[in-house]
Antibody, heavy 121, light 112 residues
């Protein structure tokens, strides 16, 4: 079964750090760009960033709102993508999803179940 | 950065009737390869978003054929030929041409 299983969410104080994981199975993870998308309470979807494959030099890109604070990485030997979040702010409170293209030529057709991050003192 | 603008933001529809959502991008999403880099997603309450349409008009695997995508350049439309109860949720367009990717504000479809 093709799936992405997420872990690592929780409650963190402002200024703190958290690392999310996204474990893939059922498809060739190393061949897929991985994205992170979030949804703050009562808001719409926001693209956070992405990491490309080894063939494309693991290139990363980020939304302006998280650039310099968040880092996306991947370990193809573990079929896992990561989202390292530093200097967390209240506005980073959201449901975070990892997602990527598997069967579709483009777009994100496989999504993780989501993990909640709450930034609060 | 590319900005995506959807309309309407709320869409009450009668079961069995058609529905359409418009999405406009601030820059052309038509690539030199002939593809339009716009996707459509449905986010149902309590679930992860799901891909409906990619590259403007290609249905993702398992998506019913009552969903279709059209348009080119900066103007795109998602059409549901006959709305069913399971289609309730928030629909988003997203530009997939360049980073940072951008979603539209979302269109909430509900049954009248």
């Amino acid at each position: 079964e093709v799936q992405l299983v997420q872990s690592g969410g929780g409650l963190v104080q402002p200024g703190g750090s958290l690392k999310l994981s996204c474990a893939a199975s059922g498809f060739i993870f190393s061949g897929s760009t991985m994205n992170w998308v979030r949804q703050a309470p009562g808001k719409g979807l926001e693209w956070v960033g992405r990491i490309r494959t080894q063939a494309r030099n693991y290139a990363t890109a980020y939304a302006e709102s998280v650039r310099g604070r968040f880092t996306i990485s991947r370990d193809d030997s573990e079929n896992t993508a990561y989202l390292q979040m530093n200097s967390l702010q209240n506005e980073d409170t959201a449901m975070y999803y990892c997602a990527g293209p598997v069967a579709a030529l483009n777009g994100m057709d496989v999504w993780g179940q989501g993990t909640t991050v709450i930034v609060s003192s | 950065d590319i900005v995506m603008t959807q309309s309407p933001l709320s869409l009450p529809v009668t079961l069995g009737e058609p529905a359409s959502i418009s999405c406009r991008s601030s820059q052309s999403l038509l690539h030199s390869n002939g593809f339009n880099y716009v996707d459509w997603y449905l986010h149902k309450s309590g679930q992860s978003p799901q891909l409906l349409i990619y590259l403007g008009s290609y249905r993702a695997s398992g998506v019913p054929d009552r969903f279709s995508g059209s348009g080119s350049g900066t103007d795109f439309t998602l059409t549901i030929s006959r709305v069913e109860a399971e289609d309730v949720g928030v629909y988003y367009c997203m530009q997939d041409l360049e980073t940072p990717r951008a979603f539209g504000q979302g269109t909430k479809l509900e049954i009248k």
